[in-house]
């Protein structure tokens, strides 16, 4: 059973910064194809934000390009999406994901408010 465990949401103020860890256990984390980033804000579908695939290719939404970076620990078991210059509309909770061949996995999510 993989799981996935948020932290580090909480409430900023616009043009600050947040650093969101997902610490990974139940598998071994070399294991996961894909481990990313999604938001979902009141009202609106879950969009992707970041994910970091094997060899380290990166992926971004063009909204957060230049401001979130997503990063990963192979010896903590955990993937980072450091967000900087915050806007009030990355507000939402963000959700912490893992690819392993076709399996989604799933953390519990993390509220980030920023505000204006």
């Known amino acids: 059973q993989v799981q996935l465990v948020e932290s580090g949401g909480g409430l900023v103020q616009a043009g600050g910064p947040l650093r969101l860890p997902c610490a990974a256990s139940?598998?071994?984390?070399?294991?996961?194809?894909?481990m990313g980033w999604y938001r979902q804000a009141p009202g609106k579908q879950r969009e992707l934000v970041a994910t970091?695939?094997?060899?380290?290719?990166?992926n971004y939404a063009d909204s957060v390009k230049g401001r979130f970076t997503i990063s990963k620990d192979n010896a903590k078991n955990t993937v980072y999406l450091q967000m900087n210059s915050l806007k009030p509309e990355d507000t939402a909770v963000y959700y912490c994901?893992?690819?392993?061949?076709?399996?989604?996995?799933w953390g519990q999510g993390t509220q980030v408010t920023v505000s204006s």
């Open positions: 994901n893992a690819v392993i061949t076709i399996m989604h996995y």
């Open positions: 970091t695939a094997r060899g380290g290719i990166t």
């Open positions: 139940g598998t071994i984390f070399s294991s996961i194809n894909v």
